[in-house]
T-cell receptor, first 115, second 112 residues
Framework: SAVISQKPSRDICQRGTSLTIQCQVDSQVTMMFWYRQQPGQSLTLIATANQGSEATYESGFVIDKFPISRPNLTFSTLTVSNMSPEDSSIYLC????????????FGPGTRLTVL | QKEVEQNSGPLSVPEGAIASLNCTYSDRGSQSFFWYRQYSGKSPELIMSIYSNGDKEDGRFTAQLNKASQYVSLLIRDSQPSDSATYLCAVNINNAGNMLTFGGGTRLMVKP
């Protein structure tokens, strides 16, 4: 599978600020996804990052709060906007194919703490 | 009812024993199922995928799927302390492309 990297690996931010997380894959992939994992919880899908078009957001997540870009088939960014302490989580990107049997592979994650 | 359910644990087993992890799902039409392992502070890593009813074996791991009863399980034989982690069950709900819904995870502790 393609290797995924994320930057930054962790950050501590002040309330009201924004943070952009980068996800880089070492080869072209069809699908890229962004997840949130709150402390002690499982993974929740935020959105599917679509190359060249607007991301597809899951219920409870909106573009104004979590704008996503995907300019090409190897790169995506997630911005967490106007942060509050409730946004403190691990943010993970993953990649996979389009078929329902295709596996998803995860990046190392970004641990975000909002003070 | 949650779409994918797991017992949160912790499940504690002695070293060398068989660990049995279970997962139930709500969408009867789901066709693909995945088990991920997540060590504390790390991202999930794929252990196995299963698509057909029955057993699928890979080394010490066996995935079992029963679509009629809507459950999928993971057996770990000869459990080792290094198997101590949270195990996440993921299901492709509604066969929505490659989108996965995760269970809450089961924490496994293997005691030497």
């Amino acid at each position: 599978s393609a290797v995924i990297s994320q930057k930054p690996s962790r950050d501590i931010c002040q309330r009201g600020t924004s943070l952009t997380i980068q996800c880089q894959v070492d080869s072209q992939v069809t699908m890229m996804f962004w997840y949130r994992q709150q402390p002690g919880q499982s993974l929740t899908l935020i959105a599917t990052a679509n190359q060249g078009s607007e991301a597809t957001y899951e219920s409870g997540f909106v573009i104004d709060k979590f704008p996503i870009s995907r300019p090409n088939l190897t790169f995506s960014t997630l911005t967490v906007s106007n942060m509050s302490p409730e946004d403190s989580s691990i943010y993970l990107c993953s990649h996979g194919g389009q078929g329902f049997t295709d596996t998803q592979y995860f990046g190392p994650g970004t641990r975000l703490t909002v003070l | 009812q949650k779409e994918v359910e797991q017992n949160s644990g912790p499940l504690s087993v002695p070293e060398g024993a068989i660990a049995s992890l279970n997962c139930t799902y709500s969408d009867r039409g789901s066709q693909s199922f995945f088990w991920y392992r997540q060590y504390s502070g790390k991202s999930p890593e794929l252990i196995m995928s299963i698509y057909s009813n029955g057993d699928k074996e890979d080394g010490r791991f066996t995935a079992q799927l029963n679509k009629a009863s809507q459950y999928v399980s993971l057996l770990i034989r000869d459990s080792q302390p290094s198997d101590s982690a949270t195990y996440l069950c993921a299901v492709n709900i509604n066969n929505a492309g490659n989108m996965l819904t995760f269970g809450g995870g089961t924490r496994l502790m293997v005691k030497p």
